[in-house]
């Protein structure tokens, strides 16, 4: 997709890809994207949680990967695909992480965990049968205050099965 | 609903005049009546309270009201299991009202791990009264005796009838029938319980794994503004002058001094955020302590005790004929330092005016402290203060204050429109207050067979809880001492418990290492409390306890053990720790085990979580958290500059619940993390021979 920043039209504007949408946002590309979402789109459920990249409460995907929208500038953004918490659903239907998370009981307050399911949805994409390691690494720059770690890395194990049966079945 | 309906809190009012049916609609209302403090603090029936109350609904739903408040705790799920198991309904069927202060009995706030013995033990019996009542409409309904009714699933029948059941919805409709909670009244035996007891799911599963559950920092309202506080540079400074001016002039400001307040709002953040900086404050700072100095700056600065620092004062026997009587005599200090709570979602407000009347959505603990800190700032009536408590991203005892939403209301008032404040995370790290520094001394003294005679425990600065000791000793004495702390202190999850227990655990290790005994063997010959020894038993052998005695030579393969109990809040615990220490002296916490007894469990997937969870929080108070400070300004206000527990900080937990249904439900949010420390201090003493007496155990990873 080619940015429409450069389209001379949207002057003032400048169109950002989030959800499979492409909504209008003000030009200024030093904005950061956790600001954007929260504040200019009303995706709330991607929260700021330090806003110096140390926690993980505030991790989108973007083109699939997932970043920090506290570190992200919206230039940075602009011209790729943002998916956030509210986007991994289809209708009714739970992503395999979200529902995860569900059935391992996997958060307390909650705070924690839209980041820790995007960074979790990241890394199956990319991993899809991590070890316990490679889940503690990947997700070592999530924080939980309420120390939810061991039902989130059963989260994760127990996404990771449920991914792959998805997968072999639609073979 | 009616304007009468929106006037008056209905905690204000006396519970017959509440109008539940204009509010709520056509049904059965059932009231616990409140106990208030009565002048001598708590009287026998337990802590005050405002009591509980159930609606059932022409829908054939229940509506439950309850004061406490649902930070993380899973307290929500929790309470809503045993008012369905009460009322015979599914979990899906129960709306729980938590915290709101127009609708919800009064509270005096969500912390001591209350939730469980008293909001639940008062839902249970407000159930139990409900169900007599839907019994009695029934049975008159379906022309039987009461005792042929049998409530199922939310449907009245006849026992062993084929007739058609009765909803509870059929069974209100039209009434407003309003009733109270006999005296006489039982709640079921949990050795009965169908729903609370077994395993559930969190009734707020699916909004918080979809981003749907809107925390208190998520809200917004039409033509809201983002508040900022001007907060002084060091602690104690004073005002000497502000300048508004600067911040004024830009677009869209508002700009406030009222008493100690200065703030501003502004439509966007960053203008907020650059009005708050365009500020001209000059300010007059006070000297404060360094650091190194602490200890002796809070012996040096004794306090009178304040409710909260409650002040305990037990003697029994003569400690000093004891002493002077005793093989062996040692005397320890152990100290814990401030540590940040560190909620996920920092402290926020929203406040808005309707008129004269306020509303303010609260990320708290203490909703009911708020409505009367709001209405004393503000010079208006309780009744026109409307406080609501949203989801909430994590508390830990560190959510009771109310200043920002004294100052999100004047902001809004001035400003005439919403205004939202959230605490960045530096606020967050400086201007929240801190679990307090404590300093303990410990004197004991055992007779030549290695039995404890003597115990001396002195607190300073952390409270009385878990002061008393759980093993049997003649001669005892113990207090604790309230200081003038230079740092904002004040509630932690488990606060003094974590600070008492370690100071015991540690000193009961180095005792029985002295006379070469067993460590568990050593406390469970003391031990006085039979619960707590059986969890002591049971933690043991789960972890594989490997019986011998602890020594300063150590362990040549490097590997420690160490074990340590607790009991808090009607809680028992005890801890096991493994740790590795390796050549370069870094530090391997290898596994946890925790067993817990807390009477009743109630929801057990969510103790499970409260137990493990509360254990990796301990490990960073135990291991690596601090707050350092200097010259009136914490220097690590930043999650890069302050370690909280990772997922590579956490080691496989095991965790062993046991189910005492014949005792009452005790909470499990703070116990658990009281055996955390002196585990692990124990551990490291058996790995390496060396005893460590201060918290945090390792601050750089490694035994000092």
Request: charged share 20%; proline share 7%; aromatic share 6%.
């Amino acid at each position: 997709m080619t940015s429409s920043a450069t389209n001379p039209r949207s002057r003032g504007t400048v169109s950002l890809r989030v959800n499979g949408v492409d909504r209008r946002i003000p030009l200024d590309p030093d904005r950061h994207l956790l600001y954007v979402l929260r504040e200019e789109l009303g995706l709330t459920g991607t929260k700021y949680g330090c806003g110096e990249g140390e926690c993980g409460a505030c991790k989108v995907l973007v083109d699939g990967v997932a970043v920090r929208a506290c570190q992200t500038r919206i230039g940075e953004a602009v011209g790729h695909s943002v998916t956030t918490i509210e986007g991994l659903a289809h209708g009714d239907e739970l992503h395999p992480v979200q529902q995860a998370f569900i059935d391992a009981g996997a958060f307390q307050c909650g705070f924690c965990t839209p980041g820790m399911i995007v960074a979790t949805v990241a890394l199956l994409a990319r991993t899809p049968r991590p070890s316990d390691e490679e889940v503690r690494a990947a997700l070592d720059g999530n924080l939980c205050r309420c120390g939810g770690y061991l039902r989130i890395l059963d989260a994760v194990q127990r996404a990771s099965r449920s991914v792959a049966q998805e997968g072999s079945s639609h073979r | 609903m009616s304007p009468t309906a929106a006037t008056v809190p209905f905690d204000l009012l006396p519970p017959g005049e509440r109008p539940y049916f204009d509010r709520f609609g056509n049904g059965v209302v059932v009231v616990l009546p409140a106990q208030r403090p009565g002048p001598s603090g708590w009287g026998a029936g337990g802590p005050p309270h405002g009591g509980a109350w159930i609606h059932v609904g022409e829908d054939g739903r229940a509506r439950a009201f309850t004061g406490k408040v649902e930070v993380g705790q899973g307290t929500r799920t929790a309470l809503s299991l045993v008012v369905a198991e009460e009322l015979r309904l599914p979990l899906s069927a129960v709306d729980l009202t938590m915290g709101d202060t127009d609708v919800c009995p009064w509270d005096m706030g969500t912390f001591g791990s209350r939730s469980m013995p008293d909001a639940a033990q008062h839902l249970r019996l407000t159930g139990t009264a409900t169900r007599s009542v839907l019994i009695g409409l029934a049975a008159r309904r379906l022309g039987v005796a009461p005792a042929e009714v049998e409530l199922v699933g939310g449907e009245a029948k006849v026992r062993g009838a084929a007739r058609l059941p009765v909803g509870y919805g059929e069974l209100v409709k039209g009434l407003r029938r309003l009733e109270f909670v006999p005296a006489e009244t039982r709640a079921s035996p949990p050795s009965e319980w169908t729903q609370a007891g077994h395993p559930a799911g969190d009734v707020t599963a699916r909004a918080v794994v979809t981003g749907s559950r809107e925390y208190t920092s998520d809200l917004h309202l039409p033509g809201m503004l983002h508040g900022k506080i001007l907060f002084p540079p060091t602690y104690g400074a004073k005002l000497r002058s502000v300048d508004l001016g600067p911040a004024k002039a830009l677009t869209g400001v508002v700009a406030l001094h009222e008493g100690d307040l200065v703030a501003v709002a502004a439509p966007l953040l960053p203008t907020a955020i650059a009005a708050l900086r365009a500020i001209r404050a000059e300010w007059e700072p006070t000297p404060q302590p360094s650091e190194r100095e602490i200890v002796d700056y809070l012996r040096n600065h004794p306090a009178e005790g304040e409710d909260f620092w409650d002040v305990v004062h037990h003697e029994a026997g003569d400690v000093e004929a004891a002493r002077a009587a005793a093989a062996v005599t040692l005397s320890e200090t152990y100290i814990t330092a401030y540590i940040a709570h560190a909620p996920l979602e920092t402290h926020a407000v929203l406040a808005s005016w309707d008129g004269d009347r306020l509303t303010v959505r609260l990320g708290t603990q203490t909703p009911f402290r708020a409505r009367d800190a709001l209405s004393d700032a503000l010079e208006i009536p309780p009744a026109r203060v409307h406080v609501i408590v949203p989801p909430t991203g994590s508390g830990f005892g560190g959510k009771h204050a109310s200043e920002l939403a004294v100052a999100a209301a004047r902001l809004s008032k001035a400003a005439g429109r919403p205004v939202r404040i959230a605490y960045s995370r530096e606020e967050e790290f400086t201007q929240a207050y801190f679990r307090p520094l404590a300093v303990v001394d410990v004197r004991s003294a055992a007779t030549s067979d290695g039995t404890l005679a003597a115990w001396e425990f002195h607190v300073l600065n952390a409270g009385s809880a878990a002061a008393r000791i759980p093993y049997r000793v003649p001669n005892q004495k113990i207090d604790n001492q309230p200081t003038d702390s230079p740092l904002a202190q004040a509630s932690y999850r488990a606060l003094a418990a974590t600070a008492n227990n370690f100071a015991r655990e540690s000193h009961i290790d180095e005792v029985a290492a002295r006379f070469g005994v067993d460590p568990v063997d050593f406390r469970l010959r003391h031990l006085a409390d039979d619960r707590l020894a059986d969890v002591l038993r049971a933690t043991a052998s789960k972890a594989g306890w490997e019986a011998r005695p602890s020594s300063t030579a150590g362990r040549t393969d490097r590997h420690g053990r160490g074990i340590a109990v607790g009991l808090e809040k009607g809680g028992r615990v005890a801890t096991f720790a493994e740790v590795r220490v390796d050549e370069d002296r870094r530090l391997e916490v290898v596994r946890l085990v925790t067993g817990y007894e807390c009477g009743a469990i109630v929801h057990p997937s969510n103790l499970r979580s409260q137990v493990e969870g509360g254990a990796v929080m301990a490990l960073g108070g135990a291991l690596f958290e601090a707050i350092h400070f200097d010259g009136g300004r914490v220097v690590n206000p930043r999650f890069s500059e302050y370690r909280v527990p990772r997922f590579r900080d956490t080691p496989p937990i095991e965790v062993l619940l046991l189910d005492r249904k014949d005792l009452p439900s005790q909470g499990g949010g703070e116990t658990p993390l009281i055996a955390v420390a002196p585990a692990i201090a124990n551990a490291i003493f058996d790995a390496t021979g060396r005893r460590l007496r201060s918290l945090p155990l390792t601050p750089d990873g490694t035994v000092p």
